[in-house]
């Protein structure tokens, strides 16, 4: 057993982290949450010379990295300065899809995602299909050389400034069936294609599409017709496993933060971390961080194995996460109390990263369900 | 042992509900159902209809205007005022400084200030919490000294809700440094027009401005506002205390929240079928409502002995502390519900679901709510000092 990194993403972890202590500091990210774009366009040009969008990528599709241990190690860096740049829905879910789906055009595009020259977005869920990946009620139907897609996507996060969207509708079968789901590129501003845009409550923003007749040509489909579900379960995890790893990040921010507080705040003469009632919360905040940390290893490790290994380790992990980073955001504000409320604290922000990620593919109840179904399979 | 109200109870009970029917304007609870921020002018409107009916101050003497209800009473008008989803009543005049003028005020300042709480000329806010006093409120260091007829205030005090709109604010502040603690502490009435006064919004993390910093700079007080005897503001402020954990239980608002819960539930869809359906979350629900079905019967409890003239003890503290867990754990499932309409930050929209096809803001601000009533269990004495006079009560050391 070696639960170190490998030398590169050892260096790939000091190098963002140092990027983000200096660049994207409290004030830096407090004034992106304040602007209408909801990102900052000049950051992520950085990030992405940087190669952080590149590890976020295997070799074959001009990356190098891509496995679950190089997700993990990039999303607990955003995680721990709270970053709002889009790596997840851009990086990880779009281009994770375009890599696996697409043919030698449709993959050449990656190269302009991975120098931050294109933005891309994925619209999946809709409207009534809360967590549940095969439930797709758009749909897409050939007419001579073309393809007409008719339905609504749900809060698709990064959509307004993607300048091409990965959407799925279904070809064929009932409207849960995993077969008969199939992807598409479609360019933003496609005819007929409306995006309503808002903020989101934890930063970046979001959107709800309408497709109304848009017209493609078949060549906008990703691989083949109605087989893109195995891709889309297997993105969802490395999402997942990213999410994962993200908050991890930003729970060790929180701890940070009131251990700190807990160590210099005087109530009644002494420091109110020297109260038993609040040293034995902070000791077992630090006992489920010990957790969630193996828990996102666990499921790193497992990206790349058979299907229900991984996506039992990926629920196990979603699962427990969920659980851990509620008890940490709640924990951290009780005890540092009023200023923790407050916009412009730092852990005001990490608190809301916490807990608005179990809000995105799956909450703890979600998968602890989907483990209980795994393991029984 | 009768579970049941009494027929005068239930009859108590009747009116408000009728009175709410008729005279709680649609668009104002809508307000509050929706979970949007309230308008001052909303809160004095609200206020405007109760007092023309006499229950603005349902805990005051009827010498005084007051509706002068006993403790059940209350109970059922707060009760019914949160299912209605009828605005709060904005506290501080009537339930903080009001007892406390009747109690310890001169004649004069209950003639002067006691009707402008009623009338709505004066709106009060607290000045009790500074930067380094929170729990520790009696290190509080905001200083007024004496200089002829006038005391002269500088000074910090923080998270004073809804300072916006207050024209008066009572303050604790000290004026011995070198008393013990507690012994050095007087209760001053400032104008907030008075000079050197500065009010500093602070936004919460869920983006409400709710709360304010107020800066004192050599600001001058008239001698005649200061509150009872110098140097006893401690005792006041303990008097003061008592009155604000009154409700504190917040059982209306639990089952408010619960019932907004199991609308979203019903009408969001997971696997194809209504939330409410799942067993999982059903199974929280569940949870909850035993929690709050005992909660209610614990708080009627207290409150009949109240009613009977027995004062609460630690049983405030109790029912603060398991109140406010509940209504916090209520947001949490208003939050889980939703699903990914939790995510949007929809500051102002109107409460739904996924289904049929909402508004990208349908769900509302579950979200929004859950972050902000983190503040329960901090703020009127944070959970832990609450445990705290517990567990010295019962183990000993109390006094």
């Known amino acids: 057993m070696n639960f170190d990194l490998t030398d590169e993403r050892q260096m790939l972890q000091d190098t963002l982290r140092r990027f983000l202590t200096d660049r994207y500091t409290t004030q830096v990210r407090n004034d992106i949450l304040s602007i209408e774009a909801g990102q900052s366009v000049e950051i992520w040009t950085e990030l992405a010379e940087l190669g952080v969008v590149g590890a976020l990528f295997t070799e074959d599709c001009g990356g190098f990295g891509g496995l679950g241990f190089d997700l993990a190690v990039v999303f607990e860096e955003l995680g721990r300065a709270g970053v709002v740049e889009p790596f997840l829905d851009n990086a990880v879910l779009a281009g994770g899809l375009v890599a696996a789906l697409g043919d030698e055009t449709q993959r050449a595009q990656l190269d302009e995602v991975i120098q931050g020259r294109l933005q891309m977005a994925l619209a999946h869920g809709e409207p009534t299909t809360r967590y549940d990946l095969s439930r797709v009620n758009t749909t897409a139907v050939e007419k001579e050389e073309s393809i007409v897609l008719n339905g609504r996507k749900a809060v698709v996060v990064n959509a307004e400034a993607a300048d091409v969207l990965v959407i799925s509708a279904r070809e064929a079968g009932a409207v849960d069936d995993e077969a008969g789901i199939s992807l598409f590129l479609i360019p933003r501003d496609a005819q007929g294609l409306t995006v309503e845009g808002y903020a989101l409550l934890a930063g970046g923003r979001a959107a709800e599409i309408v497709l109304e007749d848009v017209t493609i040509p078949a060549s906008a489909r990703l691989g083949v017709s109605g087989e893109a579900f195995a891709a889309i379960e297997d993105r969802i995890a490395a999402a997942n496993v990213a999410i994962c790893a993200e908050t991890l990040g930003a729970m060790e921010t929180a701890t940070r933060l009131t251990q700190e507080y807990l160590m210099t705040r005087k109530q009644f003469g002494r420091p109110i971390g020297s109260f038993q009632a609040l040293a034995h919360r902070m000791s077992d905040l630090l006992i489920e961080m010990e957790q969630a940390r193996s828990a996102v290893i666990n499921a790193a490790g497992h990206l790349e194995s058979d299907r229900v290994i991984r996506e039992r380790h990926v629920s196990a992990a979603k699962n427990l996460i969920g659980r851990a980073g509620r008890l940490v955001a709640e924990d951290s504000i009780q005890m540092h109390g009023g200023i923790a409320m407050t916009q412009e604290y730092e852990l005001a922000h990490i608190a809301k990263r916490i807990v608005m990620a179990e809000h995105r593919f799956g909450d703890c109840d979600h998968h602890l369900e989907r483990f209980i179904a795994l393991s029984a399979a | ?399």
């Open chain 2, 1 to 399: 042992m009768d579970l049941s109200y009494s027929d005068e109870e239930i009859a108590f009970r009747r009116e408000v509900r009728a009175f709410l029917q008729d005279k709680l304007p649609p668009e104002l609870s809508g307000k509050v159902r929706a979970g949007k921020e309230l308008a001052k002018a909303d809160y004095e409107g609200w206020h405007a209809i109760l007092n023309a009916k006499g229950w603005l101050a349902p805990n005051w003497p009827k010498a005084f205007g007051g509706a002068e209800w006993n403790a059940v009473q209350r109970h059922i008008f707060e009760d019914e005022c949160a299912l209605a989803y009828a605005p709060r009543i904005v506290p501080f005049g009537l339930s903080m400084l009001g007892p406390v003028l009747q109690k310890f005020g001169s004649k004069a300042q209950q003639d002067h200030w006691l009707p402008r709480i009623l009338n709505g000329e004066d709106w009060w806010c607290q000045g009790y919490s500074e930067p380094g006093a929170g729990s520790d409120l009696a290190s509080l260091k905001c200083a007024a000294v004496r200089q002829g007829d006038h005391y002269i205030v500088n000074g910090q005090k923080t998270w004073t809700t809804l300072g916006q709109h207050a024209n008066m604010i009572f303050c604790l502040v000290r004026t011995d440094k070198d008393a013990k603690q507690q012994e050095g502490i007087s209760f001053l009435l400032i104008d907030m027009e008075t000079p050197g006064i500065e009010v500093r919004p602070i936004v919460l993390l869920d983006g409400s401005a709710e709360v304010n910093e107020v800066w004192f700079t050599d600001v001058r007080v008239p001698v005649a506002n200061l509150v009872g005897e110098e140097n006893k503001g401690w005792t006041y402020a303990k008097y003061l205390l008592t009155h604000e954990r009154t409700n504190i239980a917040g059982v209306g608002f639990s089952q408010a929240g619960l019932a907004a819960v199991k609308r979203i539930a019903k009408s969001e869809i997971s696997g194809g079928r209504p939330l409410i359906e799942n067993p999982h979350f059903a199974a929280r629900i569940a949870q909850v409502e035993i929690d709050l079905m005992a909660m209610s019967t614990t708080n009627l409890r207290i409150v009949s002995k109240a009613a009977a003239g027995q004062a609460p003890g630690v049983e405030s503290s109790m029912l603060k502390v398991k109140g406010t867990i509940i209504r916090q754990q209520i947001n949490d499932l208003a939050r889980r519900a939703a699903g990914v309409y939790a995510m949007p930050f929809a500051s102002e929209a109107v409460e739904g679901t996924n289904a049929p096809l909402p508004d990208p803001l349908a769900a509302g601000p579950v979200a929004k709510q859950y972050f902000n009533n983190r503040k329960l269990s901090i703020f009127g004495g944070s959970n832990e000092i609450q445990r705290q006079i517990i567990a010295k009560t019962t183990l000993g050391g109390a006094k």
